[in-house]
């Protein structure tokens, strides 16, 4: 059905979109009776749907809009460029200004952690996946092409992709998808004490044991067949898994001894949300390869870039002489209006010291964001800068989850929802990682309508006899 001359209204959106939307992450069998949630504009850290109702969207969209949702300045970087030269691409030794410029950028805030050269993609999944390519061909062109294999962690998140899915470590993204792809792909330990601790393991002896259980990993599997370690230095979608202390530290002296390289998954961590420009910086990370998205443009438009050391840079450069040319890129690798729009986010991350009004008002979210560990629904509390977690539970002490069956989790979400807060269901625990440019008051009013939504939570699971 044609509509394009009809005013569009909540019914012509719902009506349309359920006979023509394939909904990427949603409950297929269930959205004909829900129905979607049709944003029409934002404001700030709200955004307001069709019928008018304000939200204060307490995840940044998918954990990505750090500058709100009504940033000019990035609209008219985008206008500006789209005028002047809407598209070129990079392939053939070809470039625009908006790309330069940019990888300069990039690089110019990451040189410290040892980052050499920009490869841009749309996507975080790609950033990821191509990083694994990039890899392969590293390995082959020196000399060691048994050195193929993968590790990640349970509950890592690291993209949709065919390679991108098989790293992650979630069972819905493998589930009748065939995946994970390869056999190369190894998985390890998550570091929640929380959620992996043996019955009297404390903090340290659980941090001995995962540490000694990767390393063990690599001995069995041989060192020498294995190239990398993927990983997001705080795990995002996984249910914000904050590494106890001294965890990278440990890891990163296994993977030195063993010689394997380390991509720090940035893509959440990156430009602000912990404190730090980089989640690299907060925890002393010396990666060989970060991969960024989201707020490398506020995610007003889609990029994303895989940053590589020099050495492995150079191992390319070698790769390219053995076949000619590197035959990798998307035809929208360094796209100068995506490209210009992550320059204007760059410029005002500076210009506003974003990292810097992060570190003010994170103690007050994180103070909030503590107080509701004592909530009766509330199995643990846990969070790092501005992005943080509550994780339900029927039984504190014991942290047993609610069966999912129950519909627990969603009743405290979808109540939030009633309250004009968006905020992301993952697993057991409910999700917040607001815009970077959020205030105090507003992290108290999200926390307010996180703590109403979390009685109305309870009142459901009492209710059902779930709860004393
Ligand atoms: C840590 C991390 N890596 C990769 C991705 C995938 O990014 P995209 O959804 O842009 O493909 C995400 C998305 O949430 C993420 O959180």
Known sequence: MQ?????????????????????PY??????????????TRGEGVYVYDDQGRRYLEGLAGLWCTSLGFSEERLVEA???????????????????????????????????LGMDKALFANSGSEANDQAVKVIWYYFNATGRPRKKKLIARERGYHGVTVMAASLTGLPGNHADFDLP??????????????????????????LDRTVAELEALIEREGADTIAALFAEPMQGAGGVIVPPPGYWERV???LRRHDILLVADEVICGFGRLGDLFGCDTYGIRPDIMTVAKALSSAYIPISATLVSGAIYQGLIEGSRRNGVFSHGVTYSGHPVAAAVANETLKLYQERDIVGHVRRVAPRFQQRLQALAAHPLVGQARGVGLVGAVELARDKQRRLPFDPASGILNHAYTAAMELGLIVRPLRDTLAVSPPLIITETQVDELFDKLGQALDRGLDAARGAGLVG
Request: charged content about 20%.
């Open 3 to 23: 509509n394009s001359a009809m005013t569009r209204n909540h019914e012509l959106n719902v009506q349309q979109d359920l006979a023509a939307v394939l909904h």
């Open 252 to 254: 990163q002296a296994v």
């Open 78 to 112: 985008a206008a500006r460029q789209m005028a002047a030269l809407p598209y070129y691409q990079l392939f053939a030794g070809r470039a625009n200004e908006p790309s330069i410029e940019l990888s300069d950028r990039l690089i110019g805030m990451t040189r410290h």
């Open 26 to 39: 949603t409950p297929l069998d269930k959205i004909g009776q829900t129905g979607p949630v049709v944003m």
């Open 181 to 206: 792809i390869s056999d190369r792909v190894l998985r390890t330990g998550c570091p929640s004490h929380y959620h992996y601790a043996r019955d009297g393991e404390s903090e340290a002896q659980f």
